[in-house]
């Protein structure tokens, strides 16, 4: 295998700021692309807080991951968190009001949830980094990615009930796929925390690794799935989210089969007739067994 493949690069990356179009600066968050590699970066940048997100933080990683996800050069995305205390601590407590989380407005929000949603159906593979306390909504976030490649020191948990709140969504639904139904019972009801060990027995993350290898080896997985199809690697994530998202993984699922049909010479027939204003001549297409 690897005579044919080769050996996969475990060299660092060169990381340059990247953009979306709407041309604003990001505050919250970095944004990075590293040069000749289809892997972009998006770190949260608020380590005095842990990491915790505002509901700007939020926008902001909405804006990065559209972006991502829009750039055709881009094929692996990192989640990651500033520093090496935290990931993410989850919405910022000192902004939660009756409604939610309010920052520059004078009404809350709960915007993260639609930040979930974003990184679940995006067509390309999202690796949570992780280093430090990946607790409350920021334990989710790491959930919700496809991968989490963590640091040996890294800390993962829920702080819902201690500190008044829950997420009967994803952060429920998607723990109980992860670890099983008595081990989310136990995650939520007692809120303790698990080594970065005890959380790959668990199932919650790929692989543990010293913190100073904590980049290079994410990025060797990236490196690792950016030589295999994206087409089928497209598929496969939604595949894999299918059954538990429901119309929604239907859907998705089901846009990919369309993507791939509207390369086909027999969907063509049927647009081109159309445009020609003549019957589609479908005979010469198989009937598969
Ligand atoms: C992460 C912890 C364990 C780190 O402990 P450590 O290392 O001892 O540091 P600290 O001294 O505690 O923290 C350093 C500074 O950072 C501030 N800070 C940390 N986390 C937060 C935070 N989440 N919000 C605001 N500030 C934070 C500290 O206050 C400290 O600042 P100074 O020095 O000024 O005092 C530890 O910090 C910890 O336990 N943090 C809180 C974790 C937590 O409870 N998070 C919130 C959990 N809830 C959510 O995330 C909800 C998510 C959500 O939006 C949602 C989603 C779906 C449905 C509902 C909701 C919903 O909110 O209701």
Redesign the pocket.
């Known amino acids: 295998y690897r005579r044919v493949h080769g050996e996969v690069s475990t060299r660092e990356a060169t990381w340059i700021p990247a953009c979306d179009e709407s041309g604003k600066e990001y505050t919250d968050i970095i944004y990075e692309k590293a040069v000749g590699e289809g892997i972009a970066k998006i770190t949260i940048n608020r380590p005095?807080?842990?990491?915790?997100?505002r509901p700007n933080t939020i926008k902001e990683l909405i804006r990065a991951f559209n972006d991502a996800r829009d750039d055709s050069t881009v094929g692996v995305i990192i989640l990651t968190g500033k520093g090496n205390?935290?990931f993410?601590?989850?919405?910022?407590?000192?902004?939660?009001s009756s409604d939610?989380?309010a920052d520059f407005e004078s009404f809350g929000r709960?915007?993260?949830?639609d930040l979930?949603v974003q990184i679940r159906r995006l067509p390309k593979p999202v690796i949570a980094m992780v280093a430090?306390?990946a607790?409350?909504?920021?334990?989710?976030l790491h959930m919700v990615c496809d991968l989490t490649i963590a640091a040996d020191n890294a800390?993962f948990?829920?702080?819902?009930p201690?500190?008044?709140?829950?997420?009967?969504?994803?952060?429920s639904s998607i723990m109980s796929r992860l670890i099983g139904p008595k081990k989310a019972r136990e995650m939520w009801f007692l809120c303790r925390?698990y080594d970065a060990y005890e959380a790959e027995k668990m199932g919650l993350v790929n692989i543990v690794v010293p913190l100073e290898r904590l980049e290079l080896e994410t990025l060797k997985w990236c490196r690792e799935i950016l030589r295999n199809s994206p087409t089928a690697i497209r598929v496969l994530k939604s595949a894999l989210n299918a059954v538990d998202d429901g119309h929604a993984g239907l859907q998705e699922l089901g846009g990919n089969a369309t993507l791939v049909f509207y390369g086909t010479e027999e969907a063509s027939e049927g647009k081109i007739a159309y445009l020609n204003h003549r019957r589609p001549d479908f005979s010469k297409f198989p009937r598969r067994p």
């Not at 607790?135 to 989710?140: A, K, P, Q, S, Y």
């Not at 948990?157 to 819902?160: N, P, Y």
């Not at 201690?162 to 952060?171: I, L, T």
């Open positions: 005095d807080r842990r990491n915790a997100f205390k935290a993410c601590s989850g919405g910022d407590q000192a902004l939660r939610g989380y709960l915007n993260v949830l979930q430090g306390y607790v409350g909504g920021g334990h989710i800390v948990g829920q702080t819902g201690k500190v008044g709140s829950f997420d009967a969504g994803y952060g925390f």
